[in-house]
């Protein structure tokens, strides 16, 4: 049998790019959570996927709104990712965002946002996986993404490039 300790540090070796799923409530108020587990599905349709622990109390908020948005960050919102990563208190305070067409709120800061409506949730183990329908996206700003690697937030290096 595979060890918790042992599975987070096999894995940790493999980055990960992170991400703001954002949700107004079905009372009127904002959730955000910062996964890690983000990625594409498929074309077509369009799907997006994502694995919040079952353990998450914005999770239930989010799944009962039926719609979400995906902020992807930049290697500079380390501030911001853990602002919104924290329980508990206004997690919006300061930051600056809109409502897209379905209602869930775009961080202006983002790279990028991915608007959806929840089409699927799955029990995975310890963790959901939600599927979400793509109804609109939008780059932002092609700037270098925040990413997760061995337990710690950073950015990307171009090797390729940075070598000449």
């Known amino acids: 049998m595979i060890d918790g300790a042992t599975f ?20 009127g108020s904002r959730a955000a959570m910062v996964v890690g587990t983000f990625t594409s599905v498929s074309l077509d349709p369009p799907l997006v996927g994502f694995f919040p622990d079952r353990k998450s109390s914005t999770w239930p908020l989010i799944e009962k709104a039926g719609r979400f ?3 992807i960050l930049g290697a500079g ?15 919006y305070a300061g930051v600056s965002h809109r409502l897209s067409a ?37 780059v932002v700003r092609e700037e270098d993404p925040m990413l997760f690697f061995r337990g710690k937030y950073g950015g990307f290096a171009d090797l390729e490039h940075s070598a000449s």
Do not use: F
């Open 8 to 27: 987070r540090r096999v894995l940790g070796n493999y980055p990960t790019g992170v991400c703001a799923i954002t949700a107004i409530t079905q009372d």
């Open 69 to 71: 948005c995906v902020n």
């Open 77 to 91: 919102h380390q501030s911001l990712c853990r602002q919104l990563a924290t329980s508990g208190g206004d997690k």
């Open 102 to 138: 379905n209602g869930s709120p775009i961080l202006d800061d983002a790279n990028a946002w991915i608007d959806c409506t929840i089409e699927q949730v799955v029990e995975a183990g310890d963790h959901y996986l939600v599927l979400g329908r793509v109804h609109a996206m939008e």
